[in-house]
């Protein structure tokens, strides 16, 4: 599995419960040890969940984040 860039749909699918995601990121993590995500795809993620008002979906991203590097190239 080469490095990859995690993108917001990805991330979206992850948050949801895809099952298929999450399976993907366990074989990630397991070989990368941590997830690589840009500062743009960080803040649409926010900008979402701000939408929303909801504070368990802004807990659960906060702790998915901390499985995660943010690039801002």
Do not use: P, W
Request: net charge positive; hydrophobic share 40%; with cysteine.
């Amino acid at each position: 599995m080469k490095k990859a860039l995690i993108d917001t749909n990805i991330i979206s699918a992850f948050m949801r419960g895809n099952g298929r995601v999450q399976q993907k990121f366990e074989e990630y993590l397991q070989e990368y040890n941590t997830l690589t995500i840009s500062i743009i795809t960080y803040y649409e993620i926010i900008r979402g969940i701000k939408a929303l008002s909801s504070k368990s979906k802004t807990a659960a991203f906060h702790e998915f984040i901390s499985l995660c590097e943010i690039q801002d190239f």
